[in-house]
Nanobody, 124 residues
Framework: QLQLVESGGGLVQPGGSLRLSCAAS????????IGWFRQAPGKEREGVSSISFTDGRTSYADSVKNRFFLSRDNAKNTVYLQMNILKPEDTAVYYCAARSGTIRPLTADEYNYWGQGTQVTVSS
């Protein structure tokens, strides 16, 4: 069964950058789409961005467009979320999730496999 592990979270000042990783084991990501989601205290889980591991196509929420960028490393079976110009409102637990196929929705219910999450805190 596919397992996902996120890493790279931490504390960063506003305007700073972080790179999150989502490493998969138990199967290849070649035929999956990976989504990144975040959940702040008291708020619903929000779709941030997604990528088709098959063709590399990406989608981004308006709130992170032109600040967050996805990439993939097929050899390492890993997806990266580069987060730039971070804002306090980006503070949340970030999760990666996987679903089979090339469709890459930003809706949490569409994904079958989830990582444990990594905390991102943006504060001065």
């Amino acid at each position: 069964q596919l397992q996902l592990v996120e890493s790279g979270g931490g504390l960063v000042q506003p305007g700073g950058s972080l790179r999150l990783s989502c490493a998969a084991s138990g199967g290849t990501l070649d035929y999956y789409a990976i989504g990144w989601f975040r959940q702040a205290p008291g708020k619903e889980r929000e779709g941030v961005s997604s990528i088709s591991f098959t063709d590399g196509r990406t989608s981004y929420a308006d709130s992170v467009k032109n600040r967050f960028f996805l990439s993939r490393d097929n050899a390492k079976n890993t997806v990266y979320l580069q987060m730039n110009i971070l804002k306090p409102e980006d503070t949340a637990v970030y999760y990666c999730a996987a679903r089979s196929g090339t469709i890459r929705p930003l809706t949490a219910d569409e994904y079958n496999y989830w990582g444990q999450g990594t905390q991102v805190t943006v504060s001065s």
